[in-house]
């Protein structure tokens, strides 16, 4: 168990339709991450949270946006969601949000858009 | 760009064997952190082992090594006397020192015949 906790576990959707999902970080990680991976892809990065302020963006989909909150949990969400948005969604969280510290990661959010 | 490249889409190997798995990378950064990820059946992402690139000494963790090649942009993961609870898709991965996300490769996966 990393200590990063995501919900849902699972999101079954249709096409068109907005979802939300939450991270919360571990206790005392001020960086959130969020990341994509597509069947049998790699991770994608697309946003990253620290201490409440976005710090970096990936190759997010001006569809998805995300904020992160002053109890430091975060939110990612998707809207006028497509067939192609079906992912694994990761959420991982470090202390200081460098690259020198470790990234732990969530359990994920599977979501599927039919 | 920095990119990761994994060329080894499936590798097998026998239990208690020894395998390595491939990865190149590309940057023009000097200073940087290499990470190789374990991913089960359960969708985890594990950190397996890190390398800081201004170590010229190997990392090492139990059964995983690295050999750190800096100047061919070159790093691999070597799985000593493998278990059936290895298998697993492996991830090399990479961060910029000031920069925060971790840049995925596709992932090879592997399968420890028994």
């Known amino acids: 168990d990393s200590g990063v906790t995501q919900t849902p576990k699972h999101l079954i959707t249709a096409t068109g339709q907005r979802v939300t999902l939450r991270c919360s970080p571990r206790s005392g990680d001020l960086s959130v991450y969020w990341y994509q991976q597509s069947l049998d892809q790699g991770l994608q990065f697309l946003i990253q949270y620290y201490n409440g302020e976005e710090r970096a963006k990936g190759n997010i989909l001006e569809r998805f946006s995300a904020q992160q909150f002053p109890d430091l949990h975060s939110e990612l969400n998707l809207s006028s969601l497509e067939l192609g948005d079906s992912a694994l969604y990761f959420c991982?969280?470090?202390?200081?949000?460098?690259?020198?510290?470790?990234?732990?990661f969530g359990p994920g959010t599977r979501l599927t858009v039919l | 760009a920095q990119t990761v490249t994994q060329s080894q889409p499936e590798m097998s190997v026998q239990e208690a064997e020894t395998v390595t798995l491939s990865c190149t990378y590309d940057t023009s950064e000097s200073d940087y952190y290499l990470f190789w990820y374990k991913q089960p059946p359960s969708r985890q992402m594990i950190l397996v082992i890190r390398?800081?690139?201004?170590?010229?000494q190997n990392a090492t963790e139990n059964r995983f090594s690295v050999n750190f090649q800096k100047a061919a942009k070159s790093f691999s993961l070597k799985i000593s006397d493998s278990q059936l609870g290895d298998a697993a898709m492996y991830f090399c991965?990479?961060?910029?020192?000031?920069?925060?996300?971790?840049?995925f490769g596709k992932g090879t996966r592997l399968h420890i015949l028994p």
């Open positions: 390398q800081e690139a201004y170590k010229q």
């Open positions: 991982a969280s470090s202390e200081t949000g460098y690259g020198t510290n470790e990234q732990f």
């Open positions: 991965a990479y961060s910029v020192n000031r920069d925060d996300k971790i840049i």
